[in-house]
């Protein structure tokens, strides 16, 4: 059995998949995973020690998972939290024909940071703590967090500030992204609010410590390529990595124009023109899908296949938000990957784990099981990783161990 106080312990399950190769694993490739039947995991202080046949496993009395299969933990390397309060009031009127676009002004982004701006800290951490409870209970591991419901200046650093407690009180590895550039302040210029985030926003998020990384909604309703640039000039200067919401809506050349700026990644691309296919094919951004999103949103998909062949690296997430997809579940995200956009199941466990790490900076240490690497793991209860896909709205996750602490026994 796991010994949570000295963090070492060992596992043995009827089979194991994982990622192998550098990260980012790039296009078709990610269909080659290491498999093992009868195998066996073990680590100490956190580390993963060994990976390989159960006979040969350094430990005693490993925990047995029979017809178990062992995977690393999930990424969720795009999500909205911490947010406040749901807006199913606005999906069911879209439902009855009315679009984002049109509910942007008052609803939308807009209303998300009203009701976050209305609760207290401790509100709103006992909103999102057992949102992140529930993502660990889905097999999340690590996930992103980020602001962008702040829509000022002190507003977003106070999301900031709330996004690092979150982090420290999740039981999962958390990042903060500062989405510097989400929506525009009403009463607000556009170039306002980018010289604000620019000159204020990004060196006090940098000075403090608050952030991993730095976004921008480049949209019709939101921003521009031209903004893009500017605040990855800011966010550089700050040495934090960029990401990019790009063509999700309608194409804007945003993949392309992330690409150039050697983004970390570049997310949704539901309307990616051939030229963007092609910088990510060759560029070190990372193709960031969110299907649970384009399903609700009744969007279509991007053109994966053609991202897969060329050689992108995908990953793949939730877009865990209250708008357009209160999905947390990572395996719900690997069956709307597989079944709607194309992926293989390989090609999603790579996308949800290995690549996603990447996206966040955190490969070094979590992603694939691998000896050194943190004792991230997830136990499914399937045969093959594709039970995963092939059940959508099943949980298959038995445990989860966060650096070889067991957080999830179900
Ligand atoms: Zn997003």
């Not at 192998?20 to 995973?33: C, F, I, K, L």
């Not at 407690?165 to 607000?188: D, F, I, K, N, Y």
């Amino acid at each position: 059995m796991p010994e949570p106080s000295s963090r070492r312990g060992a596992i043995v399950a009827s089979a194991l998949v994982t990622p192998t190769g550098p990260a980012p694993v790039r296009g078709r490739s990610s269909a080659e995973p290491l498999v093992l039947r009868d195998a066996g995991v073990a680590w100490e202080d956190g580390a993963i020690t060994y990976v390989g046949p159960a006979d040969g496993l350094p430990a005693s009395s490993p925990e047995v998972f029979e017809g178990g299969l062992v995977v690393p933990g999930f990424v969720d390397c795009h999500t909205h939290l911490p947010f406040v309060g749901w807006r199913d009031d606005e999906f069911e009127t879209r439902l009855a024909g009315a679009t984002y676009r049109a509910l942007h002004g008052e609803g939308g982004i807009y209303r998300s940071a009203r009701l976050l701006s209305e609760a207290e800290d401790e509100e709103a951490l006992a909103f999102c703590l057992p949102l992140v409870r529930e993502m660990a209970e889905h097999g999340t591991t690590a996930l992103e967090l980020k602001t962008g419901y702040g829509l000022s200046l002190e507003a977003e650093l106070r999301q900031a500030r709330l996004a690092r407690r979150l982090a420290s009180e999740a039981p999962q590895a958390c990042t903060v992204t500062l989405l510097a550039a989400h929506a525009v302040p009403h009463g607000m210029a556009r170039e306002d609010w980018v010289r604000v985030a620019c000159r204020e926003l990004i060196p006090a998020v940098a000075a403090e410590g608050l952030a991993d990384a730095v976004d921008v909604y480049v949209e019709d309703i939101a921003f521009s390529i031209e903004d893009l640039r500017a605040v990855a000039e800011a966010a550089a200067e700050a040495g934090l990595p960029i990401r990019c919401h790009a063509d999700q809506l309608g194409p804007s050349g945003a993949a392309e124009a992330a690409v150039a700026l050697g983004a970390r990644s570049a997310d949704h691309l539901n309307h990616v023109s051939r030229e963007g296919v092609e910088a990510l094919a060759i560029g070190d951004t990372a193709a960031v899908l969110l299907p649970a999103s384009s399903f609700l949103m009744r969007g279509s998909p991007p053109p994966v296949r053609a991202m897969a062949e060329a050689g992108a690296a995908i990953a793949l997430a939730t877009d865990f938000n209250p708008g357009t997809s209160a999905v947390l579940s990572m395996p719900e995200a690997v069956a709307f990957g597989c079944a709607w956009y194309g992926l293989t199941p390989h090609e999603a466990l790579t996308a949800t784990t290995l690549n996603a790490a990447w996206v966040l900076g955190l490969h070094e240490r979590t992603g694939s099981l691998e000896v050194g690497k943190d004792a991230d793991l997830v136990v499914l209860d399937a045969e093959a990783f594709r039970r995963v896909p092939y059940r959508p709205g099943h949980n298959p996750v038995l445990a989860t161990l966060v650096g070889g602490r067991s957080v999830v026994r179900r």
